[in-house]
């Protein structure tokens, strides 16, 4: 790091407060909004959409050779940076921020799914569609706990992962119809509607749905209350549950952008 770098942290998210103490201990100097005209690296909220925090006018407001970095950018917030003649990184990007994001991720999903079931999770069958990181995160974590989880995806490889970090049972996401009888409890994964009116149909009475997907999740929602099921969409957990871990997460993240960055200049 060069002496005498200069953060804008922008935003009052939780998360943010805590990454800016991680760079400040890294020996940036660390300041608000206020500091965007004099500030080398603009730290910006996650998600980062135009109406974000002035993104606009803070961006005009910007010195000539600013970074600024956000997370979940939009293509608007892209044009809006453009325009602006800053360039701006997603740090959300970053691989090792999915995956360390969902730890709290998973651990909030457990802590939700004890306040919204009436029985243990241990012995009881469990179905966790999608096994990316947090799918993962969150399956081996219950399996852990004594729960029979079955993990239902597209790749093949996914699936004997699963079995071999411990599920009970791997399945094709396409048997999702023909397995949902055996499940009073799910937790979604995938982006992208799986958990279908015809899914939903074939689950027991009164099941429960947790559906950690970003917007719009991967569950029919309206068929889902119109079965009389619980379908909550849990969005944004490390942010809810774990304010502090997922700052630091997200400073790592963007600690290793400006190291790589140094590196590459120096190449």
């Known amino acids: 790091m060069e002496r005498g770098k200069r953060f804008a942290v922008v935003g009052a998210d939780a998360r943010l407060a805590a990454a800016a103490q991680v760079l400040a201990g890294a020996g940036y100097t660390v300041g608000g ?11 910006l ?3 980062l959409d135009a109406q974000s925090a002035g993104l606009a006018g803070l961006l005009r407001a910007a010195k000539p050779g600013a970074l600024a970095l ?3 950018v939009s293509a608007e917030a892209k044009r809006i940076a453009r325009e602006a003649g800053v360039e701006l990184v997603d740090y959300f990007e970053r691989p090792e921020l999915t995956i360390l994001n969902a730890i709290p991720t998973a651990e909030g999903c457990i802590s939700l799914l004890m306040q919204n079931r009436r029985r243990t999770l241990w012995s009881e069958p469990v179905l966790v569609t999608g096994y990316g990181p947090v799918g993962q995160a969150v399956a081996v974590r219950l399996a852990a706990l ?13 699936r004997a992962l699963a079995l071999a970090l411990g599920a009970a049972a791997a399945q094709p996401i396409s048997r999702l119809e023909a397995i949902a009888p055996g499940f009073d409890t799910v937790v979604n994964t995938v982006p992208a509607l799986v958990i279908t009116e015809g899914v939903l149909r074939r689950l027991p009475p ?9 917007r719009p999740g991967g569950t029919d929602f309206a068929a889902a209350e119109k079965l009389g099921h619980r379908a909550l969409a849990a969005l944004s957990l490390p942010g809810r549950c774990a304010p502090e871990s997922a700052g630091e997460y997200l400073a790592e993240a963007v600690l290793g952008i400006l190291s790589e960055r140094a590196e590459e200049e120096q190449a």
């Not at 909004?33 to 730290?43: M, P, R, S, W």
């Not at 009164?206 to 970003?214: G, K, Q, T």
């Open 146 to 158: 004594g729960a029979h989880v079955t993990v239902a995806t597209r790749r093949p490889a996914q």
């Open 206 to 214: 009164a099941s429960l749905i947790l559906d950690l997907a970003s």
């Open 70 to 72: 956000g997370g979940r």
């Open 33 to 43: 909004a206020e500091q965007t005209a004099l500030a080398d690296y603009i730290l």
């Open 45 to 47: 909220p996650l998600p």
